[in-house]
């Protein structure tokens, strides 16, 4: 096996092959991600880990404000599980949602690209649909109306449209497949069939989405166009990589995989698809904790 390329490697070459000249200055801040039922930070260089929350309860799903100052996550620190927000240093911390009564479940919050508004999965008795509300929690609305499951919402990065998967009955089981859905729930669209396909992320430009696409217990990152054309595989080889994020410049994606000792850990590859499978850098090693989960990558302005 050969050894991986440093992360600044990576970048750097892209914006060679690019035809740049010069690297282009960077917008990429840390990354957040879970481990242990807490929310991390890392540099993009792998330094500086850092636990955020520090709570005996379970965290999940971080995602960046668009400034890169607060980070709004999932958990049931308060007993039902809500959605809270904090700054980027963990301070300053906010509940949005308050489910105690209503038993609804809240997760996997995606924060609108002016920064207003937030869109997320709610899980009521079973049935798990994609809404948005202000950011201060007020303005609930719900976009999709599905029996099934309805997870991962990721805006457009004009705020008109919010891709997610919905999971579909085939046959004796699930599937799941990427669909997009106007911000004011119009415009409900399907962009993948087959195996399953989950985990979607707008690329900065608009023009792309990437997302995990597993067959056989085997997941790779996958990248398409915004239509859901012009399908391309970007990562491979025996491991489940998962959890796809892009970096805010464009140039590197974030996913989680097991493929060093059977532990998800976070790692970095070039956001490219090539002929061949691309090489991928590993960021972070917690495979002495619980590993690390759903990387949310910070914009810099």
Do not use: C
């Amino acid at each position: 096996m050969r050894r991986a390329l440093p992360l600044a490697a990576v970048l750097a070459a892209l914006a060679w092959t690019a035809g740049a000249g010069a690297q282009p200055e960077s917008r990429n801040g840390r990354i957040a991600f879970v481990s242990t039922g807490d929310v991390w930070a890392v540099n993009t260089d792998g330094s500086d880990v850092d636990n955020l929350t520090h709570s005996p309860a379970r965290d999940a799903y971080p995602t960046w404000s668009p400034e890169g100052t607060r980070i709004v996550f999932s958990s049931n620190r308060a007993g039902a599980r809500d959605l809270w927000i904090m700054g980027a240093d963990g301070t300053g911390l906010r509940r949005l949602t308050r489910n105690g009564r209503s038993r609804a479940v809240d997760s996997a919050p995606s924060v609108s690209p002016d920064g207003r508004r937030v869109a997320f999965a709610r899980r009521i008795r079973g049935n798990q649909e994609i809404y948005t509300m202000n950011l201060d929690g007020t303005g609930l609305r719900r976009l999709t109306h599905h029996p099934g499951i309805d997870f991962d919402p990721a805006w457009a990065p004009d705020g008109s449209q919010i891709v997610f998967w919905r999971s579909l009955r085939r046959g004796a089981r699930d599937v799941h497949q990427v669909f997009a859905v106007g911000a004011d729930g119009s415009d409900l669209r399907r962009l993948t069939w087959g195996p399953d396909s989950d985990a979607p992320a707008w690329s900065p430009d608009g023009k792309r989405i990437v997302f995990t696409r597993t067959n056989h217990a085997r997941g790779d990152i996958w990248m398409m166009r915004a239509d859901g054309t012009g399908q391309q595989r970007v990562t491979g080889g025996a491991a489940h990589d998962d959890d796809p994020a892009w970096a805010p410049d464009g140039t590197a994606i974030a996913f989680t995989s097991d493929r060093t000792d059977g532990t998800p850990n976070v790692y970095v590859v070039a956001a490219k698809a090539p002929r061949k499978v691309a090489r991928v850098t590993k960021l972070v090693d917690l495979s002495g904790r619980s590993g690390a989960l759903t990387p949310a990558w910070q914009p810099v302005p």
